[in-house]
């Protein structure tokens, strides 16, 4: 009998689908597509590797990174070509509504120029010089105290047109620095409406989805970052757009200078929330938990408490006691509590020290392991996962092997705390699993490789996820930068043919590219050959940006 796997709800983001459209609301914050290969992904590669239905998605039209609204893909070559002649023919209408803080001199009018790129800006020229032609209608709809809410309806579709024509008619955007505007916690452009046919049917469809910014907000915004609240946190909308809340209440809410806080993150764990840094909180982000506990957008998911831990980059032995989070506000937690993760439980503990239970920066992963699908074209298990065994090596709390388990794998979790394997197998438990059917190995990972090599062990699935550094009485030192690749290849003797071997690692300041081609090279020492390969850096939760660079490094490889 085959495992039931629980079926994780579609994200919040999803507005329509049918066999030929996807419509999304793209929150601010995503870019419509990864901008590099080690970049953080875009909705589309987010969704893409997703769902195995959505493995042929395209991208019809875009929006930038900071723009929020109505983004279309098609699912079928007959829809992207409709699609994609409609908008070569500008049938298709799209409205925008922006904000301004400089004055408008006129009701309604049109901008027609040419464009042209420069640097990392688009400039205008006027008609009929080279370049791209460009037309946008603007519409005033509200001012009031400073603030002009305006509908922008772009007849073209050129990169950067709104904001640029915006800039070129004196009211750059609320936000968009790169064309002179005031600096704002968001850009304030919303895509606000999409008017097309169904590329099948030919029926007219409007697509319409809320503003991030409505104007209560508006009215009382403050500059960036001097702000505080859940609403006021520049990205509070991304996240609501890719978790939903009632299969997921466990995933950060604050990452460093991504949400304007450099040093300072914050994670929602069921109804409390950690945050973390390396001093004491300031007033300011003690306001800002404040009003997280208050907001009432957490009225029907309420959070009780707050915790706060210092970050320490050298943690002595036996100083478990000084590393635990700290009780700061509300209520306390208790003992032991259970997080919900794509419909599973984790049990989360406060007392623990310097780890409370669960990683959220590997949900994603998890959830492969939970649904069989690492991604487009890319099935974990080549047959039913219910026939697979996995071998999860460094367990800690055996996260991912309880995931392989709810999906029907046999899993053997190995770590070197056998507290932290006991705490699994309560985790096993809590999800109606029989741990007595699952192999829990006590001991040094290295160990338990040429042990496990010795007996002819092998595996379908082989997940590593080592610690950055550790060390043990049988191995002594283990380095992720120095040891990664020897560590590799002992995993790799153990994979069965077509199995895939998922590799993992936080090392912030081991570049993407090195880590690949240490795993290629143990690859290459093992005799064997890449069939597939799928990288991911972290979850869109933990937003990537310049000021805090990818730091999670995950590779899958399937291997002949």
Known sequence: MIAQIPNPDLPPLIVFEDEH?????????????????????????????????????????????ETSGVLMFGKTPEANSSLTEQFTRHTIRKKYLLVTDRPVGQKAFTVI??????????????L????TRAETRFQVIHSQEGRTSQLAEPVTGRTHQIRVHAADAAFPILGDTLYGGTSARRLFLHAEELILRHPDTGVEMTFRVPN???????????????????????????????IDPEM??????????????????????????????????????MRCLENLLEADDCKRFPLRGAYHKLIQRRVAK???????????????????????????????????GYSVGLFLDQRDNRRRFLVNHVAAGFPLSLTLL?????????????????CAAKAGARTTSIDLSKKYLDWGKRDFAANQLD?????????????????????????????????????????????????????????????KPAGVLFASTNAATWKAEEFLAVMAAAAHSAKRKILQQHYVPQPPDFLISREEPAYLKTLWTRLA
């Open 21 to 65: 459209l996807l419509v999304v609301h793209k929150p601010a914050g995503l870019n419509t597509h990864a901008p590099s290969p080690f970049a953080g992904e875009g909705v589309y590669d987010w969704l893409r590797h997703r769902e195995r239905r959505w493995a042929t998605l395209a991208i019809i039209h875009r929006l930038d990174k």
């Open 128 to 131: 009929p010089s080279g370049g």
């Open 386 to 402: 219910s026939r697979c065994e996995a071998l999860n090596l460094f367990a800690y709390t055996c996260g991912f092997s309880v």
């Open 113 to 126: 120029s040419t464009l042209s790129r420069s640097g990392e800006k688009y400039v205008t020229h006027p």
């Open 435 to 495: 741990a007595s059917k699952h192999e829990f190995l006590h001991g040094d990972a290295f160990d338990w490789l040429r042990r496990l090599a010795k007996k002819q062990r092998q595996f379908d699935v082989i997940a590593l996820d080592p610690p950055t550094f550790s060390r043990s009485k049988e191995h002594g030192v283990f380095r992720a930068e120095k040891d990664y690749g020897k560590l590799a290849g002992a995993a790799i003797r153990l994979l």
């Open 248 to 285: 997921t209440n466990a995933y950060r809410i604050v990452h460093g200078a991504s949400d304007g806080w450099p040093g300072w993150y914050v994670d929602r764990l069921a109804e409390f929330v950690l945050s973390q840094s390396d001093r004491p909180l300031t007033p300011e982000q």
């Open 212 to 242: 991030d910014f409505p104007d209560t907000l508006i009215l009382r915004l403050a500059p960036f970052p001097r702000v505080s609240g859940p609403e006021r946190l520049p990205h509070s909308s991304l996240r609501k757009a890719l």
């Open 318 to 352: 036996g100083a478990a006691a000084e590393v635990c989070p700290r009780h700061t506000l509300g209520e306390t937690a208790p003992e032991r509590f259970s997080v919900r993760e794509n419909g599973l439980q984790f049990e989360i503990r406060f007392t623990e």
